[in-house]
C-alpha cells in the first residue's frame, strides 16, 4: 500500500500561487504582532537600539501615567455614545431607503458618499462646521433662538462634537442594515398582517429578531472601531482642550511618534488589543441570549 503523501502536487501549486499573500501577511502581521510583544518590555526610542527593561512600561502605564486613566475614560465615553447613535442613525437610513421608490439608488447613492470621503476632508469640512460664530450648525441653532456653544474649543462639547461627526461616516453600516432588511423575508410581515398586526408591532416582533444578527455584526465592528478612533481627533483638536479628546491611540500615536518612545506606546497598544478582545468575547457571549440565527432558517 503506498503510502500518502502530506503535500500533493496540487496542494503545493495552491501554497505557490496563495505565497505573495502568505508573505505579505508574515511580514506585516505576524512580525508586527511579535515585534510589538518585544518593545512594549524595552526602552526603544527608534533612534537607538531597544533595551530591555522587563516590565518597567506596563508599571509606568498603570502607576504612574496619569493621562493614560483620561485617555481610557475619553475612549470608553467615545464608544458608549457613538456606536449606539451611529447604528440607530444606520439602520433609520436604512429603513427609509428600503422602498422600491422611483429613483432609489440615487438616494441610497447620495447617502453612502460620505462614507467613502477621506477622512482628512471630512474633518477640514467638519471644522467649517462647527465654527463658533460662522459655522453652518450654531447658524441653523440661530435660527431656532439657540445660542450654539464654542464646540471644538469647550471641554464640555468637544466630545460631543465629534460623537455627532461620526454619524457622517454611517453609509457602511447603512448598506449593511440594508441588505439585512432585504433579506427578511415578506411572507412573515404578510402573516402579521392577516392577523391584524400593525407597523409598530411587525417592526418589535418580526425586523427586530430577523435583524440581530446584522444588529450584532455592526455592534461589534462599531465598538472595535471606536476605541480606534484618530484622524478627527488628530486633524481637529489635537486632543484639546484640556486633553478632553485625547483619545487612546490618539495618545498612542504621541508616544510613539512625538516622543519617540516606541517601547511604551508598544505596551499601549498591547492594553488597547486586551481591551478590544476582552469586550469583542464578552458581546460574542451575550449574544447568545439575543441573537437569533436560526430564525432565517
Not at 63 to 84: G, M, S, W
Not at 163 to 181: E, K, N, Q, R
Not at 255 to 282: C, E, H, P, T
Request: net charge positive; hydrophobic share 55%.
Amino acid at each position: 500500500m503506498a503510502k500518502k503523501r502530506f503535500f500533493t502536487k496540487k496542494d503545493l501549486i495552491g501554497y505557490l500561487f496563495a505565497s505573495p499573500w502568505l508573505i505579505g501577511f508574515a511580514i506585516f502581521n505576524v512580525y508586527a504582532i511579535i515585534a510589538v510583544i518585544y518593545y512594549s518590555f524595552c526602552d526603544y526610542s527608534i533612534i537607538e537600539p531597544p533595551k530591555w527593561i522587563g516590565i518597567g512600561n506596563y508599571i509606568e502605564l498603570f502607576r504612574k501615567d496619569e493621562l493614560v486613566p483620561i485617555v481610557f475614560y475619553n475612549t470608553l465615553y467615545y464608544t458608549v455614545f457613538a456606536v449606539p447613535l451611529g447604528m440607530i442613525v444606520a439602520f433609520f437610513l436604512a429603513s427609509l431607503l428600503n422602498h422600491e421608490v422611483r429613483g432609489i439608488s440615487w438616494f441610497r447613492a447620495i447617502f453612502y458618499v460620505p462614507s467613502v470621503v477621506p477622512a482628512v476632508a471630512s474633518s477640514i469640512l467638519w471644522l467649517w462646521i462647527f465654527r463658533p460664530r460662522d459655522g453652518l450648525l450654531n447658524i441653523l441653532l440661530g435660527f431656532l433662538g439657540i445660542n450654539g456653544p464654542n464646540w471644538l474649543a469647550s471641554l464640555e462639547w468637544s466630545k460631543p462634537a465629534l460623537i455627532i461627526m461620526s454619524t457622517w461616516g454611517v453609509g457602511g453600516s447603512m448598506l449593511i442594515f440594508l441588505a439585512g432588511l432585504q433579506d427578511v423575508p415578506r411572507q412573515l410581515y404578510e402573516a402579521a398582517e392577516i392577523d391584524g398586526a400593525n407597523g409598530w408591532v411587525k417592526f418589535w416582533k418580526i425586523t427586530i429578531p430577523m435583524m440581530t444578527p446584522t444588529i450584532f455584526f455592526v455592534l461589534v465592528t462599531g465598538v472595535i472601531g471606536s476605541f480606534q478612533v484618530f484622524t478627527a481627533a488628530y486633524i481637529m483638536t489635537q486632543g484639546g482642550p484640556g486633553n478632553s479628546t485625547m483619545f487612546y491611540v490618539l495618545y498612542l500615536f504621541n508616544k510613539a511618534f512625538r516622543d519617540f518612545r516606541m517601547g511604551y506606546a508598544s505596551a499601549l497598544a498591547l492594553i488597547l488589543f486586551l481591551v478590544i478582545l476582552i469586550i469583542s468575547l464578552i458581546l460574542l457571549f451575550t449574544s447568545e441570549k439575543w441573537v437569533y440565527y436560526e430564525a432565517r432558517r
